[in-house]
Every structure is written in C-alpha cells, then in structure tokens.
C-alpha cells in the first residue's frame, strides 16, 4: 500500500468531519452563541484569563495538547499493524477525541471557566470533586515528572536541539510583548519568529551543544533541573509572556514541519513495509484493549480535557472560537498522530529494516526507538524535498522536542491551580498562591525524577500513565455526558465514547493490576486498585445523578 493513498483518505476524514461533525455539534449540541460573555471576559486579569486572538489560543491549545505523546503512542502502536493504528488515529479522533476536548470545553464555558475537576462538583457532587482532583493530581505529577526525563534524554540523543529550543524562549517574550504590549498584532511578530526559529534550527544541526556532568549531577539529571526550573517559572508567569506566544510559535513550527512531511511524502512516495495487521508480536500485550490506551493523545487523551477546561478556556475570547480551538485543536493532532503511523511505517526502506525496528515489544517501546522511528522517518521525507539530511533531522527533532516542553510547562500551571482548588477543600489557603502552588508542582515532580538512581524516578509509576490518562478520558466525558442530559439535550454523541472508553480503560487496568499481582510489583498493584476503585466511585455518582433527572437549564 502506498502512504499516499492512506494520506489523502486521512486528510479528506479529518476536513470533512471538521467541517460537517465539529459543525453540527458546536451548532445542534451546545449551541455556540458569540455574545455571550466567556470566563476570559467576565474574570480578565491580565495574568490567567487574557481574551485572545483565536489563531493565538489555537496555537497554545494544540501544542497543550499535543507534547509528544502523538508521536510516541503510534510508534510503539504500529507493532500490531499499520491498519488498526491509522483506524483508531482516524476514526478515534473523529468520534470520540475532538467530541471530548470540545465538550469539555463547553462545559467548563458554561460553568465560569471551572475545571473538569471542579465542575464534578456543579454536574455531580462535593464528594466526587475531591475525589476527581486527586486522580488529576496524580496524572500531572506523572506528566511533569516523565517529560522533564523525556526532554532531558532527548537533549542528550539529538544535542542539535538544545540551541534551537532555549533560544525559542526569548522569541516567545518578544511575541508576546509585541501582541500585548505595542499591540503590533499577530501576524507580523510571529512570522519573524518563526523565521528566526529556523536559522536557529540550521545553527544547531552545524552546532549541537552537549550537556557536560555538573555538580547537580550527570547530564542529564543536570537537565532535569533546568527543565523543572523552566517549568516554574513559566507557570509564574502570566500566561501571555512566555506560554501563550511560545505555543503559538510551535504551533506555527508543526504547521511548517508537517507541511514539508507530508510534501516530501508525496514526492518520496513510499510503500508501507510494516504488515497490516501483525495480532501478536513478541512480548506485547493483547492488542484489545492495549491498542487504545498505547495511542491515547493521537485519539482521546484526558489530560486534554485539563488544558480545555484548564488553560484555553480561560482564554476563549468569542463561544464561537469554541469549535476551532477545542474540535479543531483536537484534529490538528490527529494529522500529527497520522504522520507518526506513517513515519514509522513507509519511512523504512525496506521491510526487514522495520522489522529489526520492531523486532519485539522491548525493542520497539524503549524511548530512543519510539522518537528515533519518527525522526528518522519524517527527515526522509523532507529530505525528499531537496533538503539536507542535517537540516531535515534537525526540522523534525526540534519539532518533538518543542511539544514535550510545551506539554510540561503547561501541565505546571495545570497543576497549580489543581493544587490551589485543594487547598480551598481543606481550607489551606497559601497554597492558591501562585508562588508556592508552583513550586510544589515543579518540584515534587523533581523529587520523583530523583528518587532513582540516573534521574530516573518517573519511571517508577510510568506504567499507570495509560491506564489513568484514559480513565480521565472516560471520566470527563461522564462529566460531559450527565450536564447534557440535565440541560435537557442530546446525550448520543458522548455516551457511546463514554462506555467504549470506560470499559476498554478498565479492561485493562484489571489486566495491568493482576500482572503486577503475578510480578508482587506490590507499590503498582496498590496504585493501580485505588485508581480503578476511585473510578468506580465516580462512575457510581454519575449514575446517581442521572437518577435524579434533569434539572433546569444551566
């Protein structure tokens, strides 16, 4: 099969339901009305809420929720096959990921910029906030802790990238001013600054930069720290200096990258060398249920529901922006997630090369083989435009790089505020300051990363991540799901998304807990049964919420 024609079918699916699906339900379903006043207006601060060009918050939603989990999920997934990879890719993004990130974003609209954590609260109880914000505090602790190991090790594989990355920082504060200080607009400064972030892509692939051991420890660790340092200071920040504009200049970046990928493939024309459908490689889980937890942000990610209802809502300045940030965030990713399927499988010359690639689950799930499969993929294509392999390589692993930080720095603030919502439950006030809430969701990540040996303490716990991003997934579309039916409107379209993704998550956190039951990985077992028995909690409250039927229109 040649990857053109699965690019084409992929394009036209994702244009097609952007327009008509995404369409009928910011139309049909929520009913997107433009003068109502959205949370970015009603509560504008100058730090947190910030009305903002539409194009601005597209760029900060979908590099939010991209990171590199889009990338990675799909070059393990491909072990089974490149036909129920691109199938959920395509049809999960569709039906279920943009409905959700949309939803949630609606939801939390209607609810004065609330969280999905807090709305538990207004859609189902007092009791099921709690419980809801515990389970996200334990997500972002692990988000934050893996990706500051994630882009630590990414620096040390492809130095080519260090340059290019932190200079991006300064380019972020010069859009941000721009727009919001001189009021130059948008287009102007963020077109200066992509252009600058490419001659920063060429100065790095002639000049990388190696992180030397320091007395903070190797490399790496060494890393570590300044990415959590970074993580901090962007969360204290208001979010129109640094976060905002550098996502928009990344979203900007993977427009270009992606561009020039899927321009080189059609030049380059490759066949698809990985088997169809490949049900039970060496070493891997079953393919039902793992399938849909391995590819969780190129499909349905709950952490994307945190950065809807968390980050982009505060930002929304028109409802009718709603459909494009929120369903077409979601799609963007689904393209990048398409790429990743097609990267790791027509980007090989020839089949035996895959096939050593992906030999077995071990070989094909470490770090270095997930990211190399995709770079080395993608730069083969671009170089099939003429452009240097250097260059090329450099293009795509800056592009990876750019997500991964912008996923951490995000999920910092994220936290911040799950821990301030806390802090006002147990009336522990300080800890809503911005300050303080900041460290401890900077450092505690770093605590984990040190507690093993070589920074590597995220890794611990890593092993619930899918489990418990998809579990969130679930749960918010609970959430999604019960306002609808209370404000009397249909409820189709996120129940049925609902009830797939709870009973694959659960399937196989049952799987996962008997496994570390048989291994007496006793610290995971205990983990994993309380986030399964919360979850069932939850479940139990939404359903005792639907018993007491519809309430008035909120």
């Not at 790496?220 to 300044?226: A, C, D, N, R």
């Not at 090369?353 to 294509?381: I, P, Q, T």
């Not at 984990?448 to 890593?462: D, V």
């Amino acid at each position: 099969m040649n990857a053109i024609i699965i690019a084409v079918i992929a394009l036209g699916s994702f244009y097609m339901a952007y327009k008509f699906y995404g369409g009928f339900l910011a139309k049909k379903i929520y009913a997107l009305d433009p003068d109502r006043k959205t949370p970015a207006h009603e509560f504008e601060d100058g730090f947190d809420y910030v009305p903002t060009d539409k194009r601005v918050l597209w760029g900060h939603h979908f590099t939010s929720i991209a990171g590199a989990a889009p990338i990675v999920g799909p070059a393990i997934a491909v072990i089974w096959g490149w036909v129920p990879a691109i199938l959920w890719v395509v049809l999960g993004t569709i039906l279920m990921g943009a409905g959700h990130d949309f939803g949630a974003l609606v939801v939390s609209l209607r609810h004065k910029g609330k969280s999905i954590g807090e709305l538990t609260e207004d859609v189902l109880n007092p009791r099921s906030r709690t419980l809801f914000l515990f389970i996200i505090l334990f997500l972002l602790l692990l988000v934050i802790a893996v990706f500051a190991l994630v882009i630590a090790v990414l620096f040390n594989k492809y130095p080519i990238a260090v340059f290019p990355i932190w200079f991006e920082i300064p380019l972020a504060i010069f859009v941000g001013y721009s727009i919001y200080r001189f009021k130059w607009g948008a287009t102007i400064p963020a077109a200066i600054a992509l252009v600058v972030m490419y001659i920063t892509i060429w100065i790095g692939s002639q000049h990388p930069i190696t992180m030397p051991d320091t007395f903070l420890g190797s490399g790496l660790v060494t890393w570590e720290w300044i990415i959590i340092i970074y993580a901090f200071c962007a969360s204290v920040l208001p979010v129109w200096t640094l976060l905002q504009p550098r996502d928009y200049i990344n979203a900007e970046e993977l427009i270009v990258g992606l561009g020039l990928m899927y321009a080189g493939l059609f030049v380059v024309a490759p066949t698809i060398v990985a088997p169809a459908v490949q049900a039970h490689p060496e070493g891997a889980p079953s393919m039902i249920p793992f399938l849909f937890i391995t590819i969780a942000c190129g499909a349905i990610s709950g952490f994307h529901s945190l950065v809807s209802s968390g980050t982009t809502v505060r930002q929304l300045d028109n409802e009718r922006d709603a459909q494009m940030v929120g369903y077409g965030g979601m799609i963007g990713e689904g393209i990048l997630s398409t790429m990743a399927v097609l990267a790791c499988t027509a980007g090989f010359t020839t089949v035996a090369l895959w096939k050593e690639h992906y030999s077995s689950w071990g070989a094909a799930a470490g770090l270095g083989a997930k990211v190399g499969a995709f770079v080395d993929g993608g730069a083969r294509f671009i170089q099939g435009l003429g452009i240097g392999e250097s260059f090329a390589t450099g293009i795509v692993v800056v592009l990876v790089v750019s997500f991964a930080m912008t996923t951490i720095d995000t999920a910092t603030r994220l936290q911040r505020y799950v821990i301030g919502e806390l802090g006002s439950d147990y009336k522990l006030n300080f800890l809503k300051n911005r300050y303080i809430g900041s460290f401890i969701a900077a450092f505690s990540a770093l605590a984990l990363c040190l507690l093993k040996a070589g920074g590597k303490g995220g890794l611990i716990l890593w092993p619930l991540f899918g489990t418990s991003n998809q579990l969130l997934a679930g749960l918010a579309l609970v959430m999604v799901t019960v306002w609808l039916y209370k404000t009397k409107k249909p409820t189709i379209y996120t129940f049925l998304p609902m009830c797939f993704m709870l009973f694959m998550t659960m399937w196989a956190m049952l799987v996962n807990i008997s496994n570390y039951w048989n291994s007496e990985n006793w610290l995971l077992m205990a983990i994993g049964s309380i986030l399964f028995i919360l979850a069932l909690w939850l479940v139990g409250e939404a359903y005792l919420a639907f018993k007491k039927g519809r309430s008035a229109t909120t």
